[in-house]
């Protein structure tokens, strides 16, 4: 099987998710515990990690990706059955210089985030249009339905999104206030009772970048700090 072919119609922006996705694919190696995002980008990569014809074992954040992932014959676990991922690898909605990124575009940046903690290697794929000069609102939120509107009223600037709730039942919603300070923000954002979890994600969870631009794909590396060796892991 090979990569799908790109429609003939398709945009700047689609050519450009598709070839951070395909890059990422190839980061993945056979054996691998494998952590998959959510939304438009990572439907680029599902397809270009199973035509690769790996023996892999993955874990997905959302519904729509695990059912995606095992039409195309990749085999999705629970979470708590891979314990230690190998690598994940998630699209963003946004990355700043530092390496902030701002995710939950699709709502599902609390699994999203679990699994990027859970993962040795957290690989994020973006197209070009992604990369800010500074993070801006919204930042997507999780809350818990009992006392929502509450939650929001004591933050400030934040309202509940028209989306379907997380599949666990919880509500999402989206901080409207600034970001200038993004590790502040998170702070704030994770401390608030009610708040499950944040689309803040800090550069310390980060390994690598891949950013698809007009002059193909940019791969940058960041330390992420629990960087225990693939090996090491693999048996726990
Ligand atoms: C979903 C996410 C997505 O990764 C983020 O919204 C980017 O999506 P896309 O690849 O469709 O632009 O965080 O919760």
Redesign the pocket.
Known sequence: MGFPRAPAQESLSESQ?RAAAVAAAALVSDGDRVGL???????YLLPALASRGLSLRCAA??PATEHAARALGLQVEDLDALGRLDIAI????QIDPHGWLV???????TR?KIVAAAAVRFVV???AE?VVGALRPPV?LEVLRFGAHTTLALLGEAMLRDAPPSPEGNLIADYLGPVDDPRTLAARLSSAPGVLDH?LFAPELISDILIAGASGVEHRTLNKKDHRTREATRDE
């Open positions: 998710k995002g959510t939304g438009s980008t990572v439907a954040t959302s998630d699209g963003a909605d995710k939950g575009g699709g709502g599902a940046h999203e794929i973006v197209s992604k997507p689309g």
